[in-house]
Structure formats: structure tokens, C-alpha cells
């Protein structure tokens, strides 16, 4: 029951976010802040759809994508990411979250692709294609160094 209830007021507190919100969200995590970095975590991987809230988690993704928060925290956002990924519970921006995960975990994203691939939503399998061609050059990229 405890569970539930603090995973209730995860998601409360995350669909009340305001843009004012979420901006000052975005400037902590800037300053390293290891409160907010675990809060936009957080954040990234919850299924939220308010005002701002696609935009905000596509400027949190940029800024993770070059600097790492904790292990267990791109865990979090990556699991969250293929997910959407795979049941197509994505809207715009995704390509963002999607860039933030090749680079953060290029493996767990590479084992979505089968399941994305195969789906019968046209638009999953578009971003799928996008995604392995994204690995592929990541993966061409590296050997390259």
C-alpha cells in the first residue's frame, strides 16, 4: 500500500508540473544539482502529457545525453524509452529521448529493435528504422576511434 501511494503522488506531482516548473527543473539540473538530476529523471521516464512537458523532457534528453546522470537513473530512462518505443507511447520530440538512450545504453536500445520493427503500427516502425540507423552509425562511429 505505501508503494502505491508514494508511486500516486510521483505522478501528481509530476502532471503538475508548469513550464515555469519545468524551466526551473531544467536550469538545476544544469547546476548539478543532485536533487533535481534525480527529479528529471524521474521525470523523463514518467508518462506525463502536460503543457510543456514533451519539450521539456527533449531538453532534459539533450542535456543527459552529454552528461550522464547515475547508472540507475539512465536505467530508468532508457527501460522507460524503449518501452514507449515499443507499444508506440510516444509523441513529438521522441527522437530527443531516443538519441539520449542509443548513446546512454546502445545495447538495451538495440534489443528494442526486433519488437519495434515488428510492430503493426506504421509510425513504431518508422522510428524503428530511424533508430537502427541511428545504432548503426553510433556503432561506426565507435569502431572509428
Excluded at 61 to 77: G, S, V, W
Excluded at 91 to 101: T, V, Y
Excluded at 102 to 119: F, G, T, V, W
Aim: aromatic share 8%.
Amino acid at each position: 500500500m505505501r508503494e502505491r501511494n508514494s508511486s500516486t503522488f510521483h505522478s501528481i506531482w509530476i502532471r503538475s508540473l508548469t513550464k515555469a516548473n519545468l524551466h526551473s527543473l531544467i536550469n538545476e539540473v544544469k547546476l548539478g544539482q543532485p536533487d533535481a538530476i534525480r527529479r528529471a529523471a524521474e521525470f523523463v521516464a514518467a508518462e506525463s502529457f502536460g503543457m510543456w512537458h514533451n519539450r521539456a523532457r527533449a531538453k532534459l534528453c539533450r542535456y543527459f545525453k552529454n552528461h550522464p546522470p547515475p547508472a540507475e537513473e539512465c536505467d530508468r530512462m532508457v527501460n522507460a524509452i524503449a518501452s514507449r518505443l515499443i507499444e508506440g507511447r510516444f509523441s513529438e520530440q521522441f527522437k530527443d529521448q531516443l538519441s539520449m538512450a542509443i548513446r546512454l545504453s546502445p545495447d538495451r536500445m538495440a534489443n528494442a529493435l526486433p519488437l519495434a520493427e515488428s510492430s503493426d503500427r506504421e509510425y513504431v516502425r518508422r522510428y524503428a528504422s530511424w533508430l537502427r540507423n541511428k545504432c548503426a552509425h553510433s556503432a561506426a562511429q565507435s569502431t572509428s576511434l
